[in-house]
């Protein structure tokens, strides 16, 4: 059974700094992994889809890499900014068709 | 053009009625999905449709729980006989299709849910 984790669960750094968050997963036959954020009250926006015959997907300040033999992903935000603040959720497909989600890393921007 | 949309926004009902839930997938998705996500808890897939084909249900935590979809259009999640676990925020997702061509796939797109509180 597919699961998957996040590390941290939480994090806060000052504006300004680059940082990492790391999703892993036990089985490593997906078909595409995805990266969300999620604001209070609000429904998941889509930030990078990484298929599983790439090893990584940019977007902006975001960076997203796959590693499917060792069951990693990391997520790379440039230069963080408050706006930035938000949960963010790893979620890897199988061959079902469903996501499989982590229980996300609660990010903190400070000013 | 428009996203995934949910009804109710937030719905509060007592324990032992019935609920339905509502999602509006993008216009031409044919894969649509639904998740719940309990406090504290990560999401968790409940069923999918995917065209005309049979929903995969694998994820419906019990019998109270059902899910219709006409065509490739709107989906109702309903929950017969509401229990105070089922209080959680349930969310909907579309996407082109299920499957590309080969591994390749699509992205899926939320809605904003629907907040149930079973009191």
């Known amino acids: 059974k597919q699961e998957v984790t996040q590390i941290p669960a939480a994090l806060s750094v000052p504006e300004g700094e680059n940082l990492v968050l790391n999703c892993s997963f036990t089985d490593s036959a997906i078909y595409n992994l995805q990266w969300f954020r999620q604001d209070p009250g609000k429904g998941l926006t889509s930030l990078l889809l990484i298929q599983s015959s790439q090893r990584e997907q940019t977007s902006g300040r975001l960076n997203a890499s796959l590693d499917k033999s060792s069951g990693r992903s990391t997520l790379y935000i440039a230069a963080s900014q408050p706006g930035d603040s938000a949960t963010y959720l790893c979620?890897?497909?199988?061959?079902?068709?469903?996501?499989?989600f982590g229980k996300g890393t609660k990010l903190s921007v400070k000013p | 053009g428009a996203g995934v949309s949910q009804s109710p926004s937030n719905k509060v009902t007592e324990k032992g009625k019935d609920v339905e839930l509502r999602c509006d997938p993008i216009?031409?998705?044919?894969?649509l999905y639904w998740y719940r996500q309990r406090l504290g808890q990560g999401l968790e897939f409940l069923i999918y449709?995917?065209?005309?084909?049979?929903?995969?249900k694998s994820g419906l935590p019990s019998d109270r729980f059902s899910a219709e979809r006409t065509g490739e259009s709107v989906s109702t999640l309903t929950i017969q006989r509401t229990q105070q676990e089922d209080s959680a925020v349930y969310l909907c997702?579309?996407?082109?299709?299920?499957?590309?061509?080969?591994?390749?796939?699509?992205?899926?797109?939320f809605g904003p849910g629907t907040r149930l509180t079973v009191t």
């Open positions: 449709f995917q065209g005309n084909s049979a929903p995969d």
């Open positions: 216009s031409g998705h044919t894969a």
């Open positions: 997702a579309s996407s082109l299709r299920a499957q590309g061509t080969g591994a390749f796939t699509y992205e899926q797109y």
């Open positions: 979620a890897v497909r199988g061959s079902q068709g469903n996501l499989i």
